[in-house]
Structures are given as C-alpha cells and as structure tokens.
C-alpha cells in the first residue's frame, strides 16, 4: 500500500465522496492508504504539502492560483490542482424573509455577513454571483473579515440583514428560528471547482494522484447511487457536528443539484471561477487552464460514470 495522507482545509460533508471511498475500499481497490488530517489554522496544509508531510492539500483553488508565477524572493509556490471533488458552491444565504432562488437585486443597500477568517472564497464567489447578475458589489454592505461563529451571533441578535455560510449550518439556522433561507447556491450558483486537490509541484513517474482520481470518482458515483437515508448511520459517525435529518437533506440536494460530477475539474467551470479570481484581485487576469492544472492524472478515468 502507497502511503496518501491528505492535508484539508476542513472536514465538510461537501467531501463525502472522499469519506466514502475510504468507507467502501475504494482507495485500498487502488493500492493506497489513505487519510486525512485538518489542520488549525488552516494554511498548514501548505507546510505540509511543501515538506512532504502530505501528498495533496484539498481547499479551493484560489489558493494555487493566487500563488502561481510569484517569485517570494526566489523561493516560490508551485502549487498545482490536479482534482475537484465539489463542482458547486456549498453556501447558503440566509436572510429575514424566506426566498426560494438568488435574488441579486435585494442586495442592493443591505448588509451581508460572511465569514472571513477561514479564507476568500466566500467573499470572492458572492460577489463574482453579483457581478454576474448585473450588480456592482459596492452597492452592497459586508461585514466580512470576522470568525463565522461570531456572525452567526450577531445576526440572530439583529445585525445585518443577510448572513452567507454552509447550507448545513443554514439549515440548523433556520430550525432554531434565526433566520430563513433566502438562497440555496448548490441549486441556484451553478458549476464551479470549488474544492480541489493540489501538490507542490507535480510528482516525476508517481501514479497515485492517477489512482486516486480513480477512486474518488467511484466514491463520487456510489454517493450519486445511493439515497442518503439508506447510509444515514455512516453519516451520523463522519459528521457528528450535524443532525442526521440535515445531513440526509443537505446530501440530497447536493446528489441532485450536482455536486459530484467528477474528480476531473472541468474548463468551463474553472474558467467561470478564474474571472471571480481575478475579478477580486488575487491575480492580475485569469489563469489559462492548462497553466495551473495538470490534467495528466486524469487521462485514466473511465468515460463512463465517472468522467
């Protein structure tokens, strides 16, 4: 067995493929031993991806992309995405009224809460949705730069008048009375290769990240085979922070709202997520897709169910 150790961001059910493929032996199919570690804070996944502590970092992909083609004083970042397990946004807007689909518009003159400590893909993608729609960001309010746990306070408490987090948590949100679901980004925000895999630089003669895809991509195809009521006990054991009910839900509409389609990250998706990038400044223009990503570990999916 091949030694696989993933340093995430965190431990998010918009992940589940990954869980299950270690669940069902997928990767142990591959010849690989897997697992995961999360760590605080979360930039250390780029310490241990640099010193050979893990063989893959998982977050977004803002991060390679704001790292690449920068010298730091020549000792630079070569951080290359390989593979995607979340091609949609796993956020929520939670508002005061109910609404069933993204209104950009209500924005307009009203403040959003977002959290800001964990990193800039929320703040990026929101605005990028705005831009899309037509509005200029800077007509809109946020309060952004703070711990989610303290927004999430705040805004039951009457701060603000939209608040942006996981859709789990909006979920539990809404059950507890503090706020209604004004948007579902899965349904309502589109493609997007919101969570990838990368290394420092791409490994000479090493297969695994091949076989890995291979074993993601049946995880990914299990998960879209199977209602989430049928292995609710599985996720009750990965992610005891959420009530089973929610989990069950929240798996659901991600199966159907496609979520995993791939572990190959598409054109188009990250094309649409390049512009976002550069949009709020993190790089100059747009990546070109073959400039950060190598595609080579992906040649060895199936064309069928996984690619």
């Known amino acids: 067995m091949d030694r696989f150790l993933v340093s995430a961001t965190g431990h998010s059910l918009n992940y589940l493929p990954h869980y299950v493929a270690v669940w069902q032996g997928y990767f142990k199919d591959e010849g690989l031993d897997v697992s995961e570690v999360v760590p605080r804070p979360w930039d250390l996944v780029l310490d241990h991806i640099r010193d050979g502590e893990a063989e893959a970092a998982l977050g977004g992909i803002w991060v390679p992309s704001m790292f690449h083609g920068r010298d730091f004083q020549a000792q630079g970042r070569n951080l290359v995405p390989f593979a995607q397990i979340s091609n949609r946004a796993p956020l929520a807007l939670v508002g005061r009224e109910a609404s069933y689909a993204f209104d950009a518009a209500s924005l307009v003159g009203r403040t959003v809460l977002m959290k800001g400590s964990n990193g800039a893909s929320v703040g990026i993608y929101l605005k990028m949705m705005l831009r899309e729609a037509g509005i200029d960001p800077a007509r809109v309010n946020f309060i952004q730069d703070l711990d989610a746990?303290?927004?999430?306070?705040?805004?039951?408490?009457?701060?603000?008048?939209?608040?942006?987090?996981?859709?789990?948590?909006?979920?539990?949100?809404?059950?507890?009375?503090?706020?209604?679901?004004?948007?579902?980004?899965a349904?309502?925000?589109?493609?997007?290769?919101?969570?990838?895999?990368?290394?420092?630089?791409?490994?000479?003669?090493?297969?695994?990240?091949?076989?890995?895809?291979?074993?993601?991509?049946?995880?990914?195809?299990?998960?879209n085979?199977?209602?989430?009521?049928?292995?609710?006990?599985?996720?009750?054991?990965?992610?005891?922070?959420?009530?089973?009910?929610?989990?069950?839900?929240v798996v659901d509409l991600y199966r159907e709202m496609n979520m995993w389609t791939s572990p190959r990250i598409g054109e188009?998706?990250?094309?649409?997520?390049?512009?976002?990038?550069?949009?709020?400044?993190?790089?100059?223009?747009?990546?070109?897709?073959?400039?950060?990503?190598?595609?080579?570990?992906?040649?060895?999916?199936?064309?069928?169910?996984?690619?």
């Open 268 to 307: 188009k998706s990250y094309a649409r997520w390049q512009k976002g990038i550069a949009d709020a400044h993190l790089t100059e223009t747009p990546i070109r897709y073959d400039d950060l990503i190598d595609s080579a570990p992906s040649l060895s999916l199936n064309s069928g169910a996984v690619a």
């Open 187 to 223: 349904r309502d925000g589109g493609d997007i290769p919101w969570s990838v895999y990368y290394t420092e630089g791409v490994p000479e003669g090493d297969d695994r990240r091949a076989r890995f895809m291979r074993a993601l991509g049946r995880g990914m195809a299990w998960v």
């Open 225 to 249: 085979a199977h209602e989430a009521a049928s292995f609710k006990d599985f996720l009750t054991e990965t992610f005891p922070a959420i009530a089973p009910e929610i989990a069950c839900e």
């Open 149 to 185: 746990g303290i927004l999430q306070d705040c805004f039951a408490g009457g701060m603000g008048d939209f608040l942006l987090i996981d859709l789990p948590g909006a979920l539990a949100y809404q059950a507890a009375g503090k706020g209604k679901l004004a948007a579902i980004f």
